[in-house]
T-cell receptor, first 113, second 113 residues
Framework: DAGVIQSPRHEVTEMGQEVTLRCKPI?????LFWYRQTMMRGLELLIYFNNNVPIDDSGMPEDRFSAKMPNASFSTLKIQPSEPRDSAVYFC???????????FGPGTRLTVL | GESVGLHLPTLSVQEGDNSIINCAYS??????FIWYKQESGKGPQFIIDIRSNMDKRQGQRVTVLLNKTVKHLSLQIAATQPGDSAVYFCAEKDSFGNEKLTFGTGTRLTIIP
């Protein structure tokens, strides 16, 4: 089992540019979560999906953030336009409904200059 | 200006000694608890979980204790090794049917060789 896969692992971009983060959940998992981790705010849930449907996006900070899950094996988190305060590590996690355990990917470290 | 991050509790333990990491939770409706370990540059890694119908659960070198009366969770690591150095997070899930986890701020464990 490859675990949750995220790409890219590192992204450096300039303010105003569009950023797309990608996630492949563990095969067979029904739920997918996007988190952001910073020194200031710790680990924050941005949005999560059940069976590809967004359930709770109350953690999405602004309209500049959007997330999609077009199928069970792929999700994207997009920031447009990006700002320096978006710099953080973004994690994707997935979960099987047969357990309650979320498994995290390695994260994408985003730096917006 | 100077940025102020989250103040992580820290714990330093001599290699070979046992360590205990504590976590308080506030939601009496929480029925599932997880401990995660996060090493530098990596995503949170599942260590052990426990449901509210249990008081204790043991894994390999780790034990989780749950005291529902005082809403307290602890992680005990036996015979600590240098590889145990990491930030440890507790997380809780409520019993209302959603999959969201609420994470604590974390404790930084340092193993002294």
């Amino acid at each position: 089992d490859a675990g949750v896969i995220q790409s890219p692992r590192h992204e450096v971009t300039e303010m105003g540019q569009e950023v797309t983060l990608r996630c492949k959940p563990i095969s067979g998992h029904n739920s997918l979560f996007w988190y952001r981790q910073t020194m200031m705010r710790g680990l924050e849930l941005l949005i999560y999906f059940n069976n590809n449907v967004p359930i709770d996006d109350s953690g999405m900070p602004e309209d500049r953030f959007s997330a999609k899950m077009p199928n069970a094996s792929f999700s994207t988190l997009k920031i447009q336009p990006s700002e320096p305060r978006d710099s953080a590590v973004y994690f994707c996690a997935s979960l099987s409904h047969s357990t309650d355990t979320q498994y995290f990917g390695p994260g994408t470290r985003l730096t917006v200059l | 200006g100077e940025s102020v991050g989250l103040h992580l509790p820290t714990l330093s333990v001599q290699e070979g000694d046992n360590s205990i990491i504590n976590c308080a939770y506030s939601n009496s409706a929480s029925d599932y608890f997880i401990w995660y370990k996060q090493e530098s540059g990596k995503g949170p890694q599942f260590i052990i979980d426990i449901r509210s119908n249990m008081d204790k659960r043991q894994g390999q070198r780790v034990t989780v204790l749950l005291n529902k009366t005082v809403k307290h969770l602890s992680l005990q690591i036996a015979a600590t090794q240098p590889g145990d150095s990491a930030v440890y997070f507790c997380a809780e899930k409520d019993s209302f049917g959603n999959e969201k986890l609420t994470f604590g701020t974390g404790t930084r464990l340092t193993i002294i060789p």
